[in-house]
C-alpha cells in the first residue's frame, strides 16, 4: 500500500540544521519524482524542492536557495531534506509527495525559534 512517512522534524533555533526523511512503501521512490511542500499557518502549501529522476536534477524554491538540500537513496526508498542556515519563515509542517501519485503523508513539523 501507498504510503509516505515523513520525520526529522522539531525545533531548532535560527541558524541551525535539521534533515528531514520521507520513507516511501508500497511504490518504488526511484520511478518517480519526488518533492517536498511545506505548510506554514495561513498560508497555502507551498513547492520547496523536487529531485527528478532518472537525471537526478534538482528544483527549489527561491526562499531556499543555496540553504536547502534534497537527495534520494533508492536503496533506502527514501527522500531527504538537509536543511540549513534555517530561519523563522522555515517554519512550517513539511510533507514529500510522488509526482503523480495522490497521496501525502502526515507531515512533520518544523519550528525555527530562539
Known amino acids: 500500500q501507498v504510503q509516505l512517512v515523513e520525520s526529522g522534524g522539531g525545533l531548532v533555533q535560527p541558524g541551525g540544521s535539521l534533515r528531514l526523511s520521507c520513507v516511501a512503501s508500497?511504490?518504488?521512490?526511484?520511478?518517480?519524482?519526488m518533492s517536498w511542500y511545506r505548510q506554514a499557518p495561513g498560508k497555502e502549501r507551498e513547492l520547496v524542492a523536487r529531485?527528478?529522476?532518472?537525471?537526478?536534477?534538482?528544483n527549489y524554491a527561491d526562499s531556499v536557495k543555496g540553504r536547502f538540500t534534497i537527495s534520494r537513496d533508492n536503496a533506502k526508498n527514501s527522500v531527504y531534506l538537509q536543511m540549513n542556515s534555517v530561519q523563522p519563515d522555515d517554519t512550517a509542517v513539511y510533507y514529500c509527495?510522488?509526482?503523480?501519485?495522490?497521496?501525502w503523508g502526515q507531515g512533520t513539523q518544523v519550528t525555527v525559534s530562539s
Open positions: 508500497g511504490f518504488r521512490l526511484r520511478w518517480y519524482n
Open positions: 509527495r510522488a509526482n503523480g501519485l495522490a497521496y
Open positions: 529531485i527528478d529522476t532518472p537525471s537526478g536534477n534538482t
